[in-house]
């Protein structure tokens, strides 16, 4: 059986250096949506808010507001600078070492 990290180096290293960086950025992506559903799942939660009540101060539906949770979409940061203001908090950034 091949392990999955064999795998994984094997096809990494067939990449030509344009797909590579394709596939970096949307690994660092997949990561960042990963993020930031958690961040809105958290807000929303500390607010008491269900989805429906998040989408309604955010003019958004709930389906969207369970996708971002879900990872399916990367707000912008427009967008999570609405969802915070509407669980009453304020979004900051933060950078930290690699």
Do not use: N, W
């Not at 030509?16 to 960086?21: D, S």
């Not at 950025?25 to 939660?45: E, K, N, P, W």
């Not at 539906?61 to 600078?81: H, K, N």
């Amino acid at each position: 059986m091949i392990k999955y990290k064999d795998h994984l180096d094997a096809t990494l290293e067939s990449m030509t250096p344009t797909e590579r960086a394709e596939h970096d950025l949307a690994y660092a992506a997949s990561g960042l949506a990963g993020s930031f559903a958690q961040v809105t799942y958290d807000a929303r939660i500390r607010a008491g808010l269900t989805h429906a009540g998040l989408a309604e101060r955010i003019g958004e539906t709930a389906e969207f507001v369970d996708l971002i949770e879900e990872s399916g979409v990367v707000p912008t940061i427009e967008l999570l600078d609405r969802i915070a203001r509407a669980c009453g908090e304020r979004l900051t950034f933060t950078f930290t070492a690699a």
